[in-house]
């Protein structure tokens, strides 16, 4: 038996709803290995989770990533062993703590290359990204793609590393400021969507072409004008909500705006086979050795700093990704 110090929510609300408790943890169960973790991972899902906005039953824990050290190892685990460094984005809401219990095929052993903060920082969002361009679509050198919110944290990673597998991308974003930032991600072309003519102002600066495939996690704001902005036969694909949900069509409008595909995916499902998901991060590793992936941190908290992280998230007061320390 250990105890541990994780964050509590009893009601959902504002920042200060968030609670370090002392918590018993038992010895790790069959199939489950001990974490000491190092570093924890922030996402903005978190404030939705917390305020209520996507409710969890009460009292919950929060955050889905962070990275530490095997500490413990349960029954009938034979791949980690004590000493071994892992991360993980989908082994249970709880990850704002300093000590947890967690399935072994859940986690991925991080190389050598990649610190434990690095790793926290962009984990989630990596495998976001790695799916996106190598499972939803295989991007390939000469692909023209789209890609909104393209100075957010998942979409600087879609922008830099599709560079480097050769496609010519055109990131859009919400004001002039963020499309600097899109740019120096990598973009092409940077849109400022917040103006109403971006359609036309995309089309201008591609010689009129448009785009093979559309990545939009902006949705209710973007999405009809994503299938404008989408090639014949192209995909547009729909991977969040930011402006709130996309508006609901009718499948004829697809072939009305040139035979398009649509897809709705999300990171989860393509992870939810343990050999796939430590595949796929094989895969976000090697990407981050060879700088396509980078982890900017914008600001560190600690644990009992948590609610302070939240307000600086949801101020708008940071750039980068923010990471707490137990």
């Excluded at 897809?263 to 060879?290: C, G, K, L, M």
Aim: neutral net charge.
């Amino acid at each position: 038996m250990s105890i541990a110090r994780a964050v509590r929510v009893r009601e959902f609300g504002a920042p200060e709803v968030m609670r370090v408790e002392q918590v018993e943890l038992p010895d790790p169960a069959a199939g489950e290995v001990r974490v000491r973790q190092t570093a924890i991972g922030f996402n903005f899902i978190d404030v939705y989770q917390r305020r209520g906005t996507y409710p969890l039953p009460l009292p919950t824990g929060l955050g889905h990533e962070a990275a530490g050290v095997v500490e413990a190892v349960g029954p009938g685990v034979a791949d980690l062993k004590v000493g071994d460094r892992v991360v993980y984005m989908n082994a249970g809401i709880g990850a704002y703590a300093d000590l947890r219990n967690l399935p072994a095929d859940r986690l991925a052993t991080l190389p050598a290359a990649v610190s434990d903060e690095d790793a926290a920082a962009v984990f989630f969002k990596a495998m976001t990204a790695q799916y996106l361009l190598r499972r939803t679509h295989r991007v390939e050198p000469g692909d023209l793609l789209l890609v909104h919110a393209a100075a957010g944290g998942v979409g600087q990673i879609l922008c830099r590393w599709a560079k480097a597998l050769g496609a010519e991308v055109i990131g859009t974003a919400g004001s002039a400021a963020k499309c600097e930032i899109a740019r120096a991600a990598g973009a092409d072309h940077a849109i400022d969507y917040s103006k109403p003519d971006w359609p036309q102002a995309l089309l201008a600066a591609t010689d009129g072409r448009k785009a093979r495939v559309v990545y939009d996690s902006v949705g209710k704001d973007t999405f009809l004008h994503s299938l404008d902005c989408a090639a014949p036969f192209g995909l547009v694909v729909l991977y969040g909500a930011a402006s709130g949900p996309a508006p609901a069509i009718e499948p004829e409008l697809l072939n009305k705006k040139g035979c398009l595909f649509l897809t709705r995916p999300s990171v989860f499902p393509h992870n939810a086979d343990p050999a796939t998901f430590r595949a796929n991060a094989i895969e976000v590793f090697q990407a981050i050795a060879a700088g396509q992936v980078r982890a900017a941190i914008g600001a560190r908290f600690a644990l009992d700093e948590a609610a302070q992280a939240h307000r600086a998230a949801e101020s708008r007061a940071t750039t980068g990704a923010i990471v707490l320390h137990p």
